[in-house]
């Protein structure tokens, strides 16, 4: 299975605000991600990251993608979620659960924890980010600092308008 790692980031490389605000973020940015889920049909989540885009408002909701199987990782196995969402309790059970459904690839798509996880286990055969042209002072890292490294070669870099660059890495 073909695991793509999609996030949107400062030019610094947070996801983040330290608050875990995301309003530096663009509707390019949504409108990529959007493209992204609609050709997987699929996504999965950390916790943290489906409690924030559940206060983002109906502008922006992962619930608008209801042709989309939704998976948010929590070590909680109680964790109770809105209906349309799957529950696991680790990277390597979210990828089970896709490949049970008979899929050939999944798209990541955060946080922190999340990501790290998967990077430790080797599970990201494919990383592409969105970078805006934004740098913020403090925030949340695209990954926290743990035992990894991902050796990665670049595929693709374009522009999406307005200074959002997506740089799209195999990783090797």
């Known amino acids: 299975m073909k695991v793509t790692l999609f996030m949107a980031v400062s030019l610094n ?7 875990g605000e995301e309003d530096f973020l663009s509707h390019d940015n949504w409108n990529s991600f959007s493209e992204l889920v609609n050709s997987h049909k699929n996504f999965v989540i950390g916790r943290k990251t489906y409690e924030a885009v559940k206060k983002w408002g109906e502008e922006y909701s992962f619930d608008d993608f209801t042709n989309a199987k939704k998976i948010v990782v929590s070590k909680n196995k109680d964790y109770k979620l809105d209906k349309g969402y799957i529950l696991a309790s680790s990277p390597e059970e979210a990828i ?7 899929a050939e690839k999944a798209l990541i798509t955060g946080g922190s924890n999340l990501n790290t996880a998967f990077a430790k286990k080797g599970l990201i055969n494919e990383i592409i980010l969105n970078i805006e042209p934004k740098i913020i002072g403090e925030g949340i890292p695209l990954f926290f600092t743990d035992k990894f490294d991902l050796e990665l070669e670049l595929k693709d870099i374009k522009e999406l ?3 959002l660059l997506q740089v799209r890495y195999e990783v090797g």
């Open 13 to 19: 490389g947070f996801i983040a605000r330290k608050d």
């Open 96 to 102: 089970n659960i896709f490949k049970e459904q008979g």
């Open 161 to 163: 308008g307005k200074g």
